[in-house]
Every structure is written in C-alpha cells, then in structure tokens.
C-alpha cells in the first residue's frame, strides 16, 4: 500500500457521491464546476492558476463524483521541510453547495494526509471571507486576515487544524455520516 497507507481508497456514500483521484479526463468538468463559481467564490483570474495545478501538481487531487458527474475537486500539498499541509482548490460544483459534498471532500482530504508517510501536524488553507466560517465550522482556527491579501484584490482569511491523533479519530469515528448533515450555523 506504500506511502498512503490504504487511505486512497475511494469513499462512497449513500448518495452515490465517491471521492477518488483526479484523472487528466476529468479536467474539463472540473473546469466547468470552477467556472460555476465565478464571480462569487473565486476571481476569474484564478483559473490559470487551477489550469497549472491540474497540468502540474505539487501533491495529490481528488474529485467528488456523484451519479457520474464531477460535483467537487480538491488537493493538498505536503511540506518536506515543515510539519504542514496545504489544501489546494477545494471547490464544489455551485449548484451543489449546501449539500455536505464539501465537508465530505474536505474529511478525505485530512484523513488522506493522515496517512501518509510526511502526515502534518498542522494543515493550513487560505481562503476568503465569506468561505472562512465553512473551515471554522469543520474545526479550523482562524491565524490571519489580510485585507486585499490576494492579487485580485479580494481580503484573504488564513486557518489552521491540529491534525492531531485525536482530531484523525474523531474524523474516522463519524465514518463520513455527518458530512451530509447541512450544518445550521452561518
């Protein structure tokens, strides 16, 4: 099983949603679920930036598909020299939001970093304002705020979860139920 330790097995739910690696022919749904997010939650500008991740990564990509189509696409990235992760690209197809394909998504991107040989202590995300309170809700603590902190001159929210052993057995004790539980709080 190598480096991964069995966590890249693909996870299905009850509402056919798997979560498996990024196939090159899956590059222009997740293309498509990007643009669908645009103006709102990313700059059109962005898409290069998506464009050279998916030709290039820096560490593995996942999509979220359900009844066959892509509804979600995310990464992460492994820091050699520091105990940290950085989740790359979490989106989900705009029509679906609100629907725990998120939640799912980010879950198995944690537990997947969890079982890698380099797992990281710390795992950061950069994001806006308005997407912060997802991450919070997921048990991210907020570390920075840079107004006009992006080059498209949106603010940037940085956030921080302790990979923990504790934090990596209560995400593998909710055996992915609670991902499609729509959270209530803003």
Same mark, same amino acid.
């Given at each position: 099983m190598g480096e991964d330790s069995g966590a890249d097995q693909p996870f299905t739910s009850d509402m056919q949603l798997?979560? *498996? *690696?990024?196939?090159p022919d899956d590059r &222009? /749904?997740?293309?498509? /679920?990007?643009r669908s997010n645009v103006p709102a939650h990313f700059p059109a500008s962005e898409a290069s930036w998506l464009r050279s991740a998916l030709d290039d990564p820096d560490g593995p990509?996942? $999509?979220a598909?359900?009844?066959?189509?892509? $509804?979600g696409f995310g990464g992460y990235e492994l820091s050699e020299f520091y105990d940290l992760g950085t989740l790359v690209f979490g989106l989900v197809r705009a029509d679906r939001h609100g629907t725990g394909i998120g939640r799912a998504l980010l879950a198995y991107r944690l537990l997947h970093m969890a079982g890698r &040989?380099? *797992?990281p202590r710390y795992v950061?995300?950069?994001? +806006?304002? +308005?997407?912060?309170?997802?991450?919070r809700r997921c048990g991210? $603590?907020?570390?920075?705020?840079w107004p006009g902190g992006y080059r498209s001159g949106r603010d940037r929210v940085d956030l921080r979860f302790d990979l923990t052993d504790e934090a990596v057995a209560a995400l593998r004790a909710r055996g992915w139920r609670d991902a499609f539980v729509r959270d209530a709080r803003p």
């Open positions: 798997q979560i *498996r *690696r990024y196939r &222009k /749904a997740v293309l498509a /679920a990007f990509l996942f $999509v598909v359900d009844a066959g189509d892509i $509804v &040989k380099l *797992r950061t995300v950069d994001t +806006h304002p +308005h997407t912060a309170g997802f991450f991210f $603590v907020e570390i920075a705020r």
